[in-house]
């Protein structure tokens, strides 16, 4: 097998399913399958407070998860075992982790609100993430106070975001997630699809006089921002009748100086980052600046703050009493050794309604790997499946495959104590949904109660037997609980960071590279291939025949429109 010359391949000592402390766990399995929740909760009135920790405005609460005492220690020994410490603070040192693409992972830098230094290949980058944060000051100051103006010198009241993935994800999610913070008379409008719809409807709603376009790519070579861009710049170039109005429409936010120039836009009005902050995790810099631009810098640094302080817990607090130790622990130990499949994300909280996306390109690009950092087969599972919807609405769907389906299948409920949106006793109703549901996953209902329930209702001896089967749940269902004080900048950017470092814990249990993303590179090059041959218009038989059936049907329908 050819291998970068980047990689290091330095051997596993042991493989991690051989590990003794594997074996034991297993047993923990073996054993907790024959206990239920409900009776651990019994026999521990403090399993609540032994099991849940507060911090950085977040309270989570593990205790409804199919664990105990043992279990939580030996997912600590194994995390020892397999060098988290060591692997964490070679994470904050600049290290390069990202041994495929030989590259430091370092967005933790990008919040580093302490005087410490951080080097990357000897060199500070501090200076540099700190100017880059009075250059985002400076700018997002002049749009906001409305001394940017637009080519006819109106202040500009609708900024659209164009780009993709890591590139839109994380802006688009936490200006839904902190609307009450947006500026009142600016609209941000995020534009990622290909689909010409996504751009159309967004260009239909907006005033090109006032409009300013925010063109985030790393590269600067990802088709479909690019071709967005395009239709953005086109756009404004007739209305606006001259080429110059560029300059007060669009700017960029990319490493790539030369692209960036080459599309159009003056340098000046470039906003860099560097290439160990990789684009999922990449939100904490210039990639932000729509979102710096809705709710204010001083926000954006209160986010970075939040982010800050979950990180120092992350570095320096004791494996058990660590929250993204514990979350990630948590999720070996459903994925590896109960079994599950897939993981729900379920924000009682309308305005994270993005927040399952965010995760769901988190989690599943970092750790959806199946080689290890040695290139070899993992052999066992990695990333589970990471979905979800905002509650209440998941409640009257899916919930019932929660409740009653065949798979166990755990669930992060996310809450704010306090709400932006006080509206009579509705933020009561949803924290009572948020909480009664953990506690129906956890307890279920037995056949007993089933009966109790159905001869209060009045119903005869018959109609219970025939009826009460239906009615059980079987519990045992397991769930963490984030209750955040309220979300706002700083706990936003808190559980961010706990997310990210609880995929970087998951990454080193499973010895996994958590910051390439090969499948996602194989997608953007698939797809050039496929243009060009649609582009020559020919009879294309250079593919499997359903490829090509699919394309000469498109050619076919292309020829036929006059
Ligand atoms: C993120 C991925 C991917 C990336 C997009 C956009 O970690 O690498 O989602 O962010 O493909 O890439 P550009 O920012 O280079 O346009």
Redesign the pocket.
Known sequence: MLKNKHVKTTPEPTPLTELPVWQTLEAHQQRLSQVHMRDLFAADPKRFSRFSLDHAGILFDYSKNLMDDSVMSDLCALAEQRGLPDQIERMFSGETINATEGRSALHTALRNRGPSAVYVRGEDVMPDVISVLHKMRAFTDRVRGGDWVGYAGDAITDVVNI?????DLGPVMAVQALAPYVKDDLRVHFVSNVDGTHIAETLRKVNPRTTLFVI???????QE?LANAHAARRWLVEQAGDEKAIAKHFVAVSTNLQAVADFGIDTDAMFGFWDWV?????VWSAVGLSLALAIGIDRFEAMLEGGHEMDQHFREAPLLRNLPVLMGLLGVWYRNFIGTHSHVIAPYDQSLQRFPAYLQ?LEM?SNGKQVDTTAASVGYHTCPVIWGEPGTNGQHAFFQLLHQGTEVIPVDFIAPIETHNPVADQHRLLLANCFSQSEALMRGRTLGEAIDELQEQGLNDAEIEALAPFKVFPGNRPSNTLLLDQLTPKTLGALIALYEHKVFVQGVIWGVNSFD?WG?ELG?KLAKTVVDELDAGLVVSSHDSSTNGLMNRVLAAIQQTP
């Open positions: 780009g993709i993935g890591g590139s985030v790519s790393k590269t600067f070579t990802t921002t990789g684009g999922r995790f990449s390109q690009e993303q996602v953007k």
